[in-house]
């Protein structure tokens, strides 16, 4: 059984690279993508040769990227302005929090098998081969599929001139306007495959792309023009071809929203700040601290949706979204959300159609950042140029154990009468009066 992908999916990944000026943290990653035939039931595969010059480049270099286990991500600091641009932080270079997804979905059986049962079997050792002969070489090789194709260019040369400024010395009569003739050489590669069922005999898939290189000098740089094994040699690229079958990372980016209610502000933007470094468990935990208390704030429903979403976990980042929306029905980002990662629950169907089910990410915190991050905070009285005595014992003529700035914020341990035991640094603690908390 087939299932066709339809392009809307990819904007899932949609980068968004210009925004308003207040835009918010974003939660920034790779996350695996459909094919765009998925074929399920598919798992062990050989590749032969393809017809034509270049074909066995075309085979190789097929499998050589079916092989690779995260196909998609990249090193972000080496790719180009924009993008460096929407991923600015360089914690974030090549980093998936779908820790069960890969883009190695196939076994594939090794050249020197399949070379050795064509030999055998008197074979042709192309991509030639008819119907019925290649489904009789997948029944030896023990296969569920075999992939074919071919590899057909064309080039051309032509020859034009252009008016430049030609440079000369003033004892020579200065710059003067000249002729020059120049070459433009264009190499056009077309790239066929096709996918047989061993079961069954039938073509589960086609695909076919079409690329270009060219390359134009003038003048006396004429002969240094790429010559046409060198512009064919770069157009034998496969990413359309493997994306065709197989999932791929893409890069997403997803802004997080602000949590408006005064009183988890700071909590909620620290969480945020930990999600956008790639810290996405700590990042969860403070949410989820804050969702204890306040389970009906929306803004943190979608945020912990989000998180879910970026780790896998789709059917709870649905369930979030969901709630969410029931607060702000009107809310469009909510709206979007939903259908968003109910596009992935689908995806993760096909997943498991094809022999990678999706496991559930577990947030990870021990005891005591859960109890550090669920602990009640007080806010220091004054500003930043004040300090605050922080005394050793619950009472006004104990020896100060800190001073601290006003305006900050402090883990209560206990309260004692109108005294709160508060965290200090290097693990020592105090206390704080009632009457220094704002």
């Known amino acids: 059984m087939r299932i066709a992908w339809i392009a809307t999916f990819a904007a899932v990944a949609a980068l968004s690279l210009t925004g308003p000026a207040f835009a918010y943290k974003k939660v920034r990653c790779f996350n695996l993508h459909p094919p765009e035939e998925a074929l399920r039931g598919v798992k062990r595969i050989a590749v032969l040769d393809f017809e034509g010059e270049k074909g066995r480049t075309a085979s190789d270099r097929l499998v050589s990227a079916l092989l690779e286990d995260r196909r998609g991500i ?79 260019h064309e080039h051309s040369d032509n020859r034009t001139t252009e008016k430049r400024k030609i440079k000369r010395s003033k004892k020579e009569g200065g710059d003067y306007e000249g002729t020059v003739e120049c070459l433009e050489r264009k190499v056009t590669v077309n790239l066929k495959m096709r996918i047989l069922s061993i079961e069954t005999g039938q073509i589960l898939g086609n695909k076919e792309v079409i690329h270009t290189k060219s390359d134009r000098q003038c003048d006396k740089d004429i002969g240094a023009i790429a010559s046409v094994a060198a512009l064919l040699d770069s157009c034998i690229t496969t990413e359309e071809l493997i994306a065709y079958i197989a999932p791929h990372f893409e890069p997403v980016e997803i802004e997080l929203q602000k949590v408006q209610t005064k009183q988890y502000e700071n909590r909620a933007d620290e969480a945020a700040e930990w999600a956008e470094k790639g810290d996405v468990d700590r990042a969860y935990l403070i949410y989820s601290a804050i969702f204890q208390e306040d389970a009906y704030n929306p803004e943190v429903l979608y945020n912990l949706g989000v998180l879910n979403e970026a780790a896998g976990n789709f059917a709870d980042a649905k369930e979030k979204f969901q709630s969410a929306l029931t607060l702000k029905s009107d809310e469009k980002d909510y709206q979007d959300a939903l259908a968003r990662v109910q596009k992935s629950l689908d995806f993760a169907e096909v997943l498991k159609g094809i022999g990678l089910p999706v496991t559930k990410h577990e947030w990870g915190a021990d005891a005591s950042e859960v109890a550090e991050v669920t602990a009640q905070r007080v806010v220091v009285k004054g500003s930043g140029s004040d300090r605050q005595e922080i005394k050793q014992e619950p009472k006004s003529d104990s020896l100060v154990a800190a001073r601290v700035p006003g305006g900050i914020e402090l883990v209560v341990l206990a309260k004692e009468g109108d005294w709160f035991r508060v965290k200090l640094g290097e693990g020592k603690e105090g206390y704080l009066h009632i009457s220094q908390v704002k």
């Open 74 to 152: 990249y090193d972000l600091k080496e790719k180009n302005l924009l993008r460096r641009l929407s991923f600015r932080s360089s914690t974030q270079e090549g980093r998936t929090h779908q820790k069960w997804a890969t883009t190695r979905i196939f076994d594939i059986v090794e050249r020197s098998r399949i070379e050795q049962v064509m030999r055998e079997q008197q074979f042709q050792q192309t991509g030639a081969v008819d119907n019925a002969q290649v489904v009789n070489l997948g029944k030896i090789l023990g296969v569920d599929a075999i992939l074919t194709g071919s590899v057909s």
